[in-house]
C-alpha cells in the first residue's frame, strides 16, 4: 500500500465555515485543473509544438492533419484534466517541517494520510496512467512534435515536472478526467496528522465526525533537542462489526475490482444454502470486507476458480460453471438475494 499526504491549512473561512474539515468529513477531494496549478512554462511548451507543427506545413509542405489532430486532442484533454497533489514521505508518517509550515498553516493544520490506490479508484482516467510522480529539474523541458506520438513521455514532461526548488516536495500527482468536486472512497482515509498548534477544537470535530471508519489520529509532537518532529498516537476509530463471520465458512476464489465497483468471487463452506442463509452472508460480508459498492458471486465449488473471469465460455464450461454458482448478490440490489440455479 502506497500511502501520500495532502496537507491542510484549516482556515476558517467566512461564517466560520470550515472548508477542509467540511471535505475531510465528506470524503471529497478538489482536483485543481492545469491552469489553477500557475505553472509559468506551460505557455512555452504549447508554443514550442505550435512553432513546430506550422514549420512542417510551411517550409516542408507536410501532411500533418494525424499530428495535428493528435495535438488537438491532447490540448483538449489538458483543458479538462484534473490534478490532485499529494506528498511522499520517506518515513512513515509526514515529516516535513516545510511541508507543514507552507502547506498547513504553520502546523495550526493537519495532514490527511491517503491509500493512493483507493484514490485512484474513483473514476476512469484520462491516459495509460492515472499518476505521475514529479521530476524535478534545473531546466524547463523541451516539449516538442515527437513527444505527441509517445503519450507517457508527453504525461510525465507536461503534467510531471517542475523547478528542483521544489524537490522537497516529493509530489505525486493524480490525473483525472476532468477538475472539479471527487468522491472517494472511505477506506481510502487511513490516517490524521494533527499539525503542534491545531485547536483541540477542531481536532474533535474530525475524530467525531469520523466514527465507524477504520482511521488512526496522531498528534505531532517536536523531538527533544531536534528540529524534528514526531507523531505521537492520540486515538483509533474502528469500523463497529456486531457479529464477525467465521473465517472457516468461506474463502475468498478472486478479487476482480475495478473503479466502481468491488467484485468477490467466493467459495461458500456452510452446511445451510438456502435464500435467507446466503443473504445474511452476503450482507455480513459486504460490512466486513467491501470498501465501496460490490458484487458477491458465491459459489460451492473451487474447482471452477480457473473459469472465473474467461470469456467468452462455451459448452462444458459453461456449464461446469453455471452449476457451481449458487447465488448471487449484486451491487444496485445489496439486500437481496439471487438464487442461480435455483439451489434452495
Not at 495532514?111 to 492515472?130: G, H
Request: a negative charge.
Amino acid at each position: 500500500m502506497s500511502i501520500g499526504y495532502k496537507y491542510r491549512a484549516n482556515i476558517i473561512e467566512k461564517n466560520n465555515y470550515l472548508r477542509d474539515i467540511d471535505s475531510l468529513l465528506k470524503d471529497e477531494l478538489w482536483a485543481s485543473s492545469f491552469d489553477d496549478l500557475n505553472d509559468p512554462f506551460e505557455t512555452e511548451y504549447i508554443d514550442n509544438i505550435s512553432r513546430d507543427l506550422n514549420t512542417l506545413k510551411e517550409l516542408f509542405n507536410m501532411n500533418i492533419n494525424d499530428v495535428q489532430a493528435k495535438w488537438e486532442n491532447l490540448k483538449r484533454i489538458k483543458e479538462n484534466l484534473g490534478i490532485y497533489s499529494l506528498s511522499l514521505s520517506e518515513k512513515d508518517y509526514p515529516s516535513s517541517n516545510l511541508m507543514w509550515s507552507h502547506y498547513s498553516n504553520s502546523h495550526k493544520g493537519f495532514c490527511i494520510a491517503y491509500d493512493i490506490d483507493k484514490l485512484k479508484d474513483s473514476e476512469i482516467l484520462p491516459f495509460s496512467v492515472d499518476s505521475v510522480e514529479v521530476k524535478y529539474v534545473e531546466n524547463v523541458p523541451k516539449i516538442d512534435v515527437n513527444d505527441i506520438a509517445h503519450r507517457i513521455d508527453f504525461i510525465v514532461k507536461m503534467f510531471g515536472t517542475k523547478m528542483k526548488v521544489w524537490q522537497y516536495e516529493k509530489e505525486i500527482r493524480l490525473l483525472y478526467s476532468t477538475f472539479g468536486i471527487k468522491h472517494y472512497s472511505p477506506f481510502a482515509l487511513k490516517a490524521v496528522y494533527f499539525g503542534l498548534y491545531m485547536d483541540e477544537q477542531y481536532q474533535s470535530i474530525i475524530i467525531d465526525g469520523l466514527q465507524n471508519r477504520d482511521i488512526k489520529f496522531y498528534k505531532m509532537n517536536r523531538k527533544e533537542n531536534s528540529y524534528e518532529i514526531l507523531p505521537i498516537s492520540l486515538c483509533e476509530n474502528s469500523r463497529k462489526i456486531d457479529e464477525k463471520l467465521p473465517l472457516d465458512l468461506f474463502e475468498v476464489l478472486k478479487i476482480d475490482h475495478n473503479y466502481t465497483v468491488e467484485n468477490f468471487h467466493i467459495l461458500y463452506k456452510g452446511f445451510l444454502k438456502d435464500e435467507a442463509t446466503l443473504q445474511r452472508f452476503s450482507s455480513k460480508f459486504r460490512e466486513q470486507y467491501s470498501t465501496k459498492e460490490a458484487n458477491i458471486f458465491i459459489y460451492d465449488d473451487k474447482n471452477i476458480l480457473d473459469l472465473i473471469g474467461k470469456y467468452p465460455l462455451y459448452g462444458n464450461d459453461q456449464y461446469r460453471l453455471a452449476s457451481h454458482l449458487i447465488a448471487m448478490s449484486t451491487f444496485d440490489a445489496p439486500n437481496d438475494i439471487w438464487m442461480y440455479p435455483d439451489k434452495s
